[in-house]
Nanobody, 121 residues
C-alpha cells in the first residue's frame, strides 16, 4: 500500500528555518510530480512548490527566494527547505504526489496527512 509520510514541521521564530520531508512508501517505480501545498486557518489550500521527475520546479510567488524544493528519486522523497520564515507562512503543509507508478498499480494522485508549521513573531 502506498502512503505519503511527512515529517519536519514544528514551531519556529520568524526568520528561522525548517526542512520538511515526505517519503512515498511502497514499491515505487516512478513518480511524475511531487509538491507541497499549505492551508492556513480559514483559507483555501494553495500550492507552495512543485518539482517534476526531471527537476523542473515551480514556486508560489510569496515563497520565491526563501523556499527550495528538491527530491531524491531513488528514495521517493521530496523535501522543502524553508528559510526566512514569516508568520504568514503558518499553515498545515501537505505533501502531494501525482502519477505514481507502482507494481502493479498506478495512482493518479495521493496526499500526505499534513504537518503543522507555526512561525511566531
Amino acid at each position: 500500500q502506498v502512503q505519503l509520510v511527512e515529517s519536519g514541521g514544528g514551531l519556529v521564530q520568524a526568520g528561522g528555518s525548517l526542512r520538511l520531508s515526505c517519503e512515498v512508501s511502497g514499491r515505487i517505480f516512478s513518480i511524475n510530480t511531487m509538491g507541497w501545498y499549505r492551508q492556513a486557518p480559514d483559507k483555501q489550500r494553495e500550492m507552495v512548490a512543485s518539482i517534476t521527475s526531471v527537476g523542473s520546479t515551480k514556486y508560489q510567488e510569496s515563497v520565491k527566494g526563501r523556499f527550495t524544493i528538491s527530491r531524491d528519486n531513488a528514495k521517493a522523497t521530496v523535501y522543502l527547505q524553508m528559510n526566512s520564515l514569516k508568520p504568514e507562512d503558518t499553515a498545515v503543509y501537505y505533501c502531494n504526489a501525482r502519477e505514481i507508478t507502482t507494481i502493479p498499480y498506478r495512482y493518479p494522485e495521493l496526499w500526505g496527512q499534513g504537518t503543522l508549521v507555526t512561525v511566531s513573531s
